[in-house]
């Protein structure tokens, strides 16, 4: 059986005195595409970032490939796709060397990038469909185009995991529906196990092999098919859901507030 | 035209303005790049209560300049990177500080010294031998301490949290960033004045960004720009008899409203074509 990727006890993380998460217990084995929903405000992004080291947590333990998150032998094996409004858009770079900067950790302060690192940028953009727009400025790509150039970069440092926060948002419904076969692609080609976060509860079960929702508390973690029913997402998103299904997965969901 | 640099001292200015203008124009590109302009305000301001702390204690204002202004970019850095605070918050309140310090001390050592209005001011005659000596030992290494973490600086400011979780030293890089740009600033002080050094750490990227859209082009454009800046700017300064600071950085000026026009009118034509 395969090894755990990601494996996470008893984990708590806060931030400016507030709880964001609690009793998270998680295991992400090898070659899983896990799909992470769950409401906005749920901690999402938080275990992303716990999970690469940007946080701290509180208590409990996380192992990534069997070590501490920020030990410097996980460097470049985490890919990591954040929420668009972390890139600065209007900055005068083209699509390739956004990819290359992927590179960079592992060249070194001092060292230019090497043949063989522009070599490895190149294969990437063209793995993701973008070598056509290589000296495009990234602010001159559309939404979907851009998404694909960080997903390269994220590429770029060969890694194992992969991770993507709300990757589809502002990209519209057929792009959505090519990036994630794109990311099925990938995801064999460079043998990954993806984290993806969103909080389309209607789309994600489709596209993944696990789904995890998160709220505060991680509730349910389990095949894509068997996870949501009514009962579930009303735990999770705290507000009464109706599930119109469609085959095996609801395809749409309705709730109201009453709280 | 050239004779002007024949004189000592113009020589000495032309040869400080040039590294100056260079280390300046470096800077600037981050500065405009990461968005702030006012990171420069808040260390050459810093920069004032050492030099004036420098002239109660008879010790050398420029170390002293340099210890404050050093002490304020870190503190900026530490803020923005651990507290709740924006960076512009924390810029004001350790500028205005070290402004009321410095002009505490100066109260306090009971004379306004004519030197003092150098460093507010800038001045070229005030460029000695020795600070050209320290200038020529000082901004190399500036210099090569920044190119060797260039593409690192361009990756955090582009997208800092990729950066940093992609195992950058995004913190290290950061604050010898700071470091290296308080340094420069007490170096350009002399010649620039305090008041307005800032603007040699924003124009030259600032006009350069008007005509390029890739960030190495952006940087030889803005080294191009600010020594053309200070060669001119020194030569009016010189023939007019106008404060040297002032007249580069009006220069400077006129170069990003020349480009801000040209830009404006070529978008215009486009826009109907």
Not at chain 1, 161 to 187: H, I, N
Request: proline letters at 3%; hydrophobic letters at 50%.
């Amino acid at each position: 059986m395969s090894r755990a990727v990601v494996e996470i006890r008893d984990l708590r993380v806060s931030s400016n005195q507030e709880c964001i998460l609690e009793d998270i217990n998680l295991q992400i084995l090898e070659g899983t595409f896990l799909g992470l929903i769950g409401p906005n405000g749920g901690g999402k992004t938080t275990l992303l970032r716990t999970i690469l080291g940007l946080v701290r947590p509180d208590q409990g333990e996380i192992r990534v490939f069997g070590f501490p998150p920020n030990d410097r032998r996980n460097r470049g094996r985490i890919g990591y796709l954040p929420q668009r409004a972390y890139a600065d858009l209007s900055f005068p770079v083209s699509a390739f060397d956004v990819v290359l900067m992927g590179r960079y950790a592992h060249i070194g302060i001092w060292h230019r990038p090497s043949a063989e690192d522009r070599r490895l940028a190149m294969d990437r953009l063209e793995a993701v469909g973008m070598t056509h727009l290589r000296d495009r400025p990234i602010g001159y790509l559309s939404g979907g185009e851009q998404q694909r150039v960080f997903i390269a970069r994220a590429l770029a440092s060969e890694p194992q995991l992969l991770l993507l926060d709300e990757p589809t948002s502002g990209v519209d419904t057929t792009a959505q529906q090519s990036f994630y076969q794109l990311l099925g692609r990938l995801k064999e080609e460079y043998a990954l196990t993806i984290v993806l976060v969103s909080h389309d509860i209607g789309v994600v079960p489709y596209h993944t092999d696990e789904v995890a929702c998160l709220n505060h508390k991680l509730h349910l973690h389990g095949k894509s098919p068997d996870v949501l029913d009514a009962e579930t997402l009303g735990k999770v998103y705290g507000c009464e859901v109706e599930l119109l299904v469609h085959g095996k997965i609801p395809h749409r969901v309705i709730g109201e507030h009453y709280d | 035209m050239i004779d002007v640099f024949r004189l000592g001292f113009m020589q000495r200015a032309l040869a400080a303005g040039l590294l100056i203008a260079v280390l300046c124009a470096l800077f600037s590109v981050f500065v405009v790049l990461r968005r702030f302009s006012f990171i420069g305000v808040g260390i050459s301001h810093s920069a004032f209560g050492g030099v004036a702390l420098g002239y109660l204690l008879g010790l050398d204002p420029s170390l002293m300049a340099v210890l404050f202004a050093a002490v304020v970019a870190l503190l900026i850095g530490l803020v923005k990177r651990r507290g709740r605070l924006h960076e512009d918050t924390a810029i004001g309140i350790f500028f205005s500080l070290t402004m009321a310090l410095g002009i505490l001390f100066i109260g306090l050592s009971g004379h306004y010294n004519v030197d003092l209005f150098g460093y507010l001011f800038g001045n070229i005659l005030a460029v000695t031998r020795a600070d050209l000596i320290t200038m020529a030992v000082v901004a190399p290494v500036i210099f090569i301490l920044i190119l060797s973490v260039f593409k690192e600086l361009m990756f955090l400011s582009f997208d800092e949290e990729v950066a940093q979780a992609s195992g950058v030293a995004v913190g290290p890089v950061y604050y010898l960033f700071l470091l290296a740009m308080a340094v420069t600033i007490v170096i350009a002080i002399k010649l620039i004045g305090i008041i307005l050094v800032s603007a040699m750490m924003v124009l030259p990227a600032a006009t350069a960004r008007q005509m390029v859209d890739r960030y190495r082009q952006l940087v030889w454009w803005s080294v191009a720009l600010a020594v053309a800046a200070t060669v001119a700017g020194l030569m009016l300064s010189y023939y007019l008899d106008l404060a040297s600071g002032a007249t580069i950085v009006l220069v400077a000026g006129v170069f990003f409203f020349a480009t801000f026009i040209y830009r404006s009118l070529r978008a215009g034509t486009t826009a109907e074509a």
